[in-house]
């Protein structure tokens, strides 16, 4: 059988609120989340000894294949699944590491849709969702990368949503912000809530109106990742000042920040001035859907 191949497209939390602290310590939290253009790419050669290799400019920084998700996912799946067939994954990274896109959730769920394929699931198979919850929090919401409402512990997801596509601008300065740092810094007390604004019921089907809502409607855990790594704030100030900007915040815990954009063409301007300004920065324009 040819070597089977997906795309694992970077997550982006357009809001991101923290509900609560739990008193099992988890956060249940309420995002509205898109999926980006920018994508790592995952390959599986069919029936080989379970292996991972990875390949890319962010590779180092991956970590230990042995700990890496896509094996963690291969093992939850089989777990799920007696005698599956598996094989050698090879993972090309292309998107920053610890950079709040959910890269590594990514990866994970690439690869159990590479195994479904493999086995003849469905998309839709319950054992599926239940290796992606095993794995990590965020790769249910990665099985299928299309806007949705993400809540819970990433556990309870909506149906996927039919957002109009947003030009976006992805700037990450290569700071990794690891997650448990940014949730020490919001200090929730086990079984405190985090009031906050939410969204409304029904989501604006126009770009301008949408953009106001997700405005209205922050990232709790950017605060305590500016607290952490400090240079997020001059991406922040740096994304602001570009006339294109409508809508600047960073994704999930950091410390990459988006920028949204009237159109493509704006997005394209404003990551070749950013980049052209800072050119050790991971800048990519995209679309987000």
């Known amino acids: 059988m040819e070597t089977l191949r997906t795309r694992a497209p970077a997550k982006i939390n357009l809001t991101l609120r923290i509900v609560r602290r739990r008193t099992d310590g988890f956060h249940d939290l309420a995002s509205l989340v898109a999926f980006s253009g920018a994508a790592d790419l995952l390959s599986l050669s069919p029936d080989a000894t379970l292996s991972l290799a990875v390949k890319g400019r962010t590779a180092a920084a991956a970590g230990p294949d042995a700990d890496n998700l896509v094996l963690r996912a291969a093992r939850a799946f089989a777990a799920e699944v007696p005698g599956a067939r598996r094989g050698a994954f090879l993972l090309e990274k292309r998107l920053p590491v610890a950079a709040g ?12 849709r590479l195994l479904a394929r493999l086995n003849g699931l469905a998309n839709d198979d319950p054992r599926l969702f239940a290796a992606a919850r095993a794995t990590g929090s965020d790769v249910p919401v990665c099985l299928d990368p299309r806007a949705r409402l993400m809540e819970g512990v990433g556990d ?20 990794a912000v690891p997650t448990a740092s940014v ?30 809502a997700i405005a209205a409607v922050p990232n709790d855990l950017e605060p305590p990742a500016v607290a952490v790594a400090p240079q997020i704030a001059q991406v922040i100030d740096t994304l602001s000042a570009q006339p294109e900007a409508r809508l600047v915040r960073m994704s999930g815990s950091g410390a990459t920040v988006f920028a949204l954009t009237d159109d493509c063409r704006a997005a394209a301007a404003l990551a070749r001035r950013v980049l052209a300004q800072e050119p050790g920065w991971w800048v990519k324009s995209t679309i987000l859907r």
């Open 183 to 212: 949730f020490r810094q919001l200090g929730l007390a086990p079984g405190a809530a985090f009031e906050g604004p939410a969204l409304p019921a029904v989501l604006p089907g126009d770009r301008g109106p949408l953009i106001a």
């Open 156 to 175: 309870l997801l909506s149906p996927p949503l039919a957002l109009p596509p947003l030009a976006a601008v992805l700037v990450n300065c290569g700071v």
């Open 101 to 112: 896109l959910g890269g590594g959730s990514s990866d994970a769920a690439a690869a159990l």
